[in-house]
């Protein structure tokens, strides 16, 4: 039970992802790329995660306000 409920919740509150969005980076890390992937999964998905909010989602949205 812990490592299902209580360990994507914590990491979901320090990352500001969701539960789900851990869980389903942590299944497609692991699947991908073994026990290597699932340690590499949450970090890489939390750098996305500020490149899109910081660097491509204004962009984008700029683009689409000037069109």
């Given amino acids: 039970m812990e ?3 209580v360990t994507p919740w914590i990491q979901s509150e320090s990352m500001s ?3 789900v ?3 389903t980076v942590l299944l497609i890390g692991g699947a991908a790329a073994g ?3 699932l340690l590499l ?3 890489i998905a939390g750098c996305g ?3 899109w909010q ?3 989602y ?3 949205e700029q683009w689409a306000n000037d069109t």
Avoid: H, K
Wanted: hydrophobic share 55%; glycine share 4%.
């Fill in 3 to 5: 490592n299902y409920l």
């Fill in 17 to 19: 992802m969701s539960p």
């Fill in 21 to 23: 969005m851990v869980i």
């Fill in 35 to 37: 026990f290597y992937g």
């Fill in 41 to 43: 999964a949450l970090p």
């Fill in 49 to 51: 995660q500020v490149v």
């Fill in 54 to 56: 910081d660097v491509i």
């Fill in 58 to 60: 204004p962009r984008w």
